[in-house]
């Protein structure tokens, strides 16, 4: 059998799950896996300038492109405490990234140590799995585990910290023979769809709001052949904007308290049915929850069985997959098309004038420059295959209200947590998964001072 440091089992474990890019700090207590990753010399590293901007890069390189795992690596103490922040933002987001961490030895951890902060009990309510590893021969099963968590059901991201002593022992272990587990993914039935389905025909007009969930599912083609195909409009989510290119016919626009269209939320108030798909009913989507439920019937569909009922109680809910339920809304629409759902075409029609009707100004001639018109010109200067990245601020606000996404995942949003500097080392993790596109980092003087020392990183 093989011998070989934890450390090094470590890395063979990231190679064989399809780890090819890491970004990080280094630091003594982290010196030994750094080793490891350059003897085994299959993972490219970025060095970032801060280890905060290495957990928001290796989130931005995860939402880049599926099945992306970005991975981010630092030393014992502040190098953990640092990524708290990213593994807020990327939890919030049901974005996996997995946090390395290394650890004072495992005999000195309730000494007071050097550096020596208990990193999982802090990063616990932030991620799937939270674990100092105090046995070297559990190091390859905790890995294992990392990524079979990281990638099933709701993803979401793990952190590993490694005593600097356990990263050192040698234990047996083989790469050549080693498996990822099984992928958990719960998919919908025949009959929960049909019932869906028929909750649908029963309504005049319906409306299926696109949430995030789609996009990590990689499931925006179907999100688009069932809206076609049942002629209902559709409204994405913040985090579910590209699933439906904003020039379809069908896209209706996006509902918000800011991130929002006013022709969007205007087709929310005249509908009588929502289908809501990996999406979680988040406070600045719905506003009034009075107003936003009163006179709709709804059905919720997403992955986390604990997000039916989680804002409010939908009439109908499934627990499944967004890709496994929409492959299933096609198939089964498409037997009942030539039957029993009803014409939608007026409907659509009318969400589709109020795009013409209800747009906000944006041709200002201004000097200096309005900021609506800055959004204008870079709907001119930018094709529909960039990538915007942003998180928070009037920016951010803006560029929702006026830019225009073609594509999923070209608009990459700190959604929930939009903490202020995650803008540009998010964009570099973009950069770095899909070097050949245009990524453009939308943010403001402060979301741009935050975390400026990244432009480096950049250079
Ligand atoms: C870490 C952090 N602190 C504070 C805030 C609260 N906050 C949200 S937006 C904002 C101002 C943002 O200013 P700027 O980045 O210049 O963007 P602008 O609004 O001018 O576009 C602040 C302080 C935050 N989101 N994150």
Redesign the pocket.
Known sequence: MPRMTAARAAVEILHREGITQAFGLPGAAINPFYRAMRDQGEISHTLARHVEGASHMAEGYTRAAPGNIGVCIGTSGPAGTDMITGLYSASADSVPILCITGQAPVARLHKEDFQAVDIASIAKPLTKMAMTVLEAAQVPGAFQQAFHLMRSGRPGPVLIDLPMDVQLTEIEFDPETYQPLPVYKPAASRAQIGKALDLLAASERPLIVAGGGIINADAADLLVEFAELTGVPVIPTLMGWGAIPDNHPLMAGMVGLQTSHRYGNAAMLESDFVLGIGNRWANRHTGSLDVYTQGRTFVHVDIEPTQIGRVFAPDYGIVSDARAALELFVEVARERAAGDLPDYGVWAKECQARKSTLQRRTHFDNVPIKPQRVYEEMNKAFDEHTRYVST?????IAGAQFLHVFHARNWINCGQA????WTLPAALGVATADPSATVVAL??????Q?MIEELAVGA
């Open positions: 928070i601020g009037l920016s951010q939009g903490p202020l500097g943010s403001g003087g402060y979301d741009f935050f």
